[in-house]
């Protein structure tokens, strides 16, 4: 690779203010050093080609551009360069206590856990495997526009968290999915839910299960060990178009992204995911599981695990 002083000579007659040159290179090795740290494949290359485009992008009278993201159904192109996922906590955090549910707790407004870890231990909302579970077995069912924040769900549990309608998840941990982690229920096409931090680790099948309609946006993501981070559902009874936003997200030792509907109008788009493989994009039919339709490879860092 070519060396930070051999570019700078290469480049320095080319351009008129020596000040930018030495400011943008100084950026290169503090984006080098951090970067190589996490180990990325080719980040190194993408940075490098960010330092140039910035030193012209410096010059006076350089042409400025806007960034531009378009989304569309069932793909997403975002032509801009990725940057390495940042906030994101690779390690499931120490539990302050353990509390065992006897039956689902019912939360509305907001719930701070205090990092405690809940699940349902000697009940019948146990973990069963990929057994089809219902909201009877979850651990919290949250009422519509509520908050649950710092909460480790523990081992023992069947179906995590429901959100009956509209809810925030803030800095919520999976030690260990049984059925599904999370599953969205609400109904209005202008609906959002949040995932906001947190991490989920072991999850054979799905992490988050989008069975309502409207958007679920999941963002300072961290997932290990999982069969796809998101699915919005193909059998449902009833049927909604359904969007999922993935934002500054690592995913480690996954088989897929996410799985959605192209029948159904459904859109995927991602944007700041590191990943060590290459989560993809699915359509399916009603009633069938997803037959897989394309790598989504922009944006998108491929890694080994640190």
């Not at 429901?162 to 969205?184: K, P, S």
């Not at 993935?246 to 995927?268: K, P, Q, Y």
Request: proline fraction near 4%; include cysteine; glycine fraction near 10%.
């Amino acid at each position: 690779m070519i060396s930070v002083f051999a570019l700078v000579t290469i480049l320095a007659p080319l351009l008129a203010q020596a000040a930018v040159v030495k400011r943008h290179v100084e950026r290169y090795f503090i984006y080098h050093v951090y970067l190589t740290k996490r180990r990325c494949v080719w980040c190194d290359v993408r940075v490098l080609e960010r330092v140039v485009l910035s030193m012209y992008a410096g010059l006076p009278g350089a042409a400025t551009s806007t960034k531009t993201t378009s989304t569309t159904r069932g793909s997403t192109s975002t032509p801009t360069t990725p940057m390495t996922p940042t906030g994101i906590t690779t390690k499931l955090p120490p539990s302050s206590g353990y509390v065992a549910l006897p039956t689902t707790s019912v939360i509305s407004g907001s719930f701070d856990g205090g990092m405690k870890r809940y699940d349902r231990a000697g009940s019948s909302g146990g973990c069963q495997g990929q057994t089809e579970t219902g909201e009877s077995d979850a651990v919290f069912s949250l009422q519509p526009g509520a908050t649950i924040s710092n909460v480790i769900i523990g081992a023992n549990q069947a179906e995590g968290i429901h959100c009956q309608g509209t809810c925030r998840l803030v800095n919520i941990w999976w030690q260990d999915v049984c059925e599904d982690a999370a599953t969205f229920k609400q109904t209005g096409s202008g609906d959002v839910s949040y995932v906001i931090g947190g991490g989920a680790f072991h999850a054979s099948d799905k992490i988050f299960q989008h069975n309502g309609a409207g958007t679920v946006s999941i963002s300072n993501f961290y997932a290990s060990d999982f069969g796809k981070l998101y699915r919005a559902c193909g059998n449902c009874a009833q049927s909604y178009r359904r969007n999922v936003i993935v934002n500054n997200a690592r995913l480690e030792s996954g088989s897929s992204g996410v799985g959605i509907n192209t029948n159904f109008g459904d859109t995927a788009r991602f944007t700041n995911v590191c990943s060590t493989g290459k989560p993809s994009v699915a359509s399916t039919t009603p009633g069938n599981e997803p037959t897989k339709i394309g790598w989504y490879v922009a944006n998108l860092m491929t890694t080994t695990p640190d």
